[in-house]
């Protein structure tokens, strides 16, 4: 589906206005929002999403808001962080992104940590051996669609609980597959509940990588490591008669009762299903420029090759580039508020303009000069901020926006190697925010 710039605006705009009319109708009883206010809901939400990495006092002066920061921060107090991943759920609606693979619609799933502004008394408080002094944490656990580059989905929770799997599930059956969709995942999502929640979920394929040590799948661990394409049937059972023995079964132990209280010692797994639980999926193992190898669990069904998976494989990449954008092009990194509530209205807030923009810039029409070597694609950083200018002017020209977006590009280098270089870092402080 082809969009115009004024077109998204608009979707965004009907979305904003249904979040709202549906939350005043159903939640609204006071006077919060009903008279006349320099700060209506809708230009709080506006706000939200166009704010940059500055001062709040800036942000509202460069939005030409004449409200005070105290009047801004009192107004979005008044907003349930629900309404804007209802706006997130409606503007997907609206648009529809239809990019796919070989009939698949390709999801990827991971988790990210957003560091907050340090408060003991929330449940986003950490703090260990390592860490006396403590610090806040909220782990978003995202559904990026990874050929559209949108968000379709997020699961937040306090650092204390992360809880990825546990995330992954909840999405499987809350999420209307009504489209073939391939979901791919990296280790760490690799369990043979994940997997039967993921065969048990109508439309559902899975893609995910998985251990090939000694403490890999003991199915997976019998299998020679060489390159590979085979299939691995077994049975999964939570009881250990002399039958399940004799068969083979693979146990699990679980928490068999509700109603009893297990030590936080006792070694046991997740089973959502019936026992015993005959089980099969595809195993694909391939060797890297490296000489290593690396090994995936997938219900795929064979017209898939080999190659083909490798590259769906490599695509789940796309999620970890947007995890930078929405932190350092949106400005996720940049709070403006430090209650859990703020900062989650926020990190829908910057999924919702990452959409947004990634929506334009899948529409723009970058020209291929002949001396060029490299093939190149919109540069995101500059779109993200000529999209926020665009947002925020009413009668902006949607064609001088994509002619400005086409003029910052960069090249395409595939199979550029760099190795990760992983630094933690802290929130970064109200007072030092960067001018411009």
């Not at 703090?127 to 782990?139: A, E, P, V």
């Not at 899975?206 to 799948?217: A, E, P, V």
């Not at 595809?282 to 190659?307: K, M």
């Not at 200018?389 to 760099?418: C, H, M, S, W």
């Amino acid at each position: 589906m082809s969009f115009t710039p004024n077109s998204l605006k608009a979707y965004l705009n009907f979305a904003i206005k249904k979040a709202v009319s549906i939350y005043k109708k159903d939640y609204v009883t006071q006077k919060d929002f009903k008279r006349k206010r320099a700060l209506p809901m809708d230009t709080v939400i506006r706000l939200l999403l166009s704010m940059q990495g500055g001062s709040l006092k800036k942000e509202l002066y460069d939005a030409g808001v004449t409200a005070s920061a105290s009047a801004f921060v009192q107004q979005r107090n008044k907003i349930p962080w629900t309404v804007f991943e209802d706006i997130l759920e409606q503007f997907n609606f609206y648009c529809k992104d239809q990019k796919k693979y070989k009939g698949y619609r390709v999801f990827a799933i991971d988790g990210t940590t957003v560091n907050m502004a340090r408060n003991p008394k929330s449940d986003s408080f950490v703090k260990n051996d390592s860490t006396q002094k403590g610090y806040n944490q909220l782990h978003v656990n995202p559904l990026y669609d990874v050929l559209s580059k949108t968000y379709q989905h997020c699961i937040i929770q306090p650092q204390p609980q992360q809880d990825e799997v546990g995330a992954l599930t909840v999405m499987l059956k809350w999420y209307d597959f009504k489209e073939k969709t391939l979901i791919v995942a990296d280790r760490g999502y690799e369990s043979y509940n994940v997997f039967a929640h993921l065969m048990n979920t109508e439309n559902v394929d899975f893609l995910i990588r998985i251990k090939q040590d000694r403490t890999c799948m003991r199915e997976v661990r019998k299998l020679p490591m060489t390159e590979l394409d085979t299939d691995v049937s077994f049975t999964i059972t939570t009881t250990q008669t002399n039958e399940d023995k004799e068969k083979g079964h693979i146990y699990l132990q679980v928490h068999k009762r509700e109603d009893r209280v297990y030590s936080s010692k006792t070694r046991a797994g997740r089973w959502d299903f019936p026992s015993p639980y005959p089980m099969k999926f595809r195993v694909v193992r391939f060797q890297l420029d490296t000489g290593e190898y690396e090994t995936l669990a997938t219900s795929l069904p064979r017209s898939i090759t080999l190659s083909e998976i490798k590259e769906l494989y490599h695509a789940r990449w796309g999620i970890e580039t947007a995890f930078r954008e929405l932190k350092y092009g949106i400005g996720l990194v940049n709070l403006h508020g430090k209650k859990d509530e703020f900062v989650k209205q926020e990190i829908f807030a910057a999924m919702i303009m990452s959409n947004f923009c990634s929506r334009i810039a899948n529409e723009v029409v970058i020209r291929k000069k002949t001396a060029n070597v490299h093939e190149y694609k919109v540069n995101m950083k500059m779109a993200i901020h000529i999209c926020r200018q665009f947002l925020r002017t009413e009668d902006a020209n949607e064609v001088r926006l994509l002619r400005d977006i086409a003029k910052y590009t960069e090249p395409v280098r595939p199979g550029r190697r760099d190795e990760r270089n992983i630094k933690p870092k802290s929130f970064v402080g109200f007072i030092y925010r960067v001018s411009a």
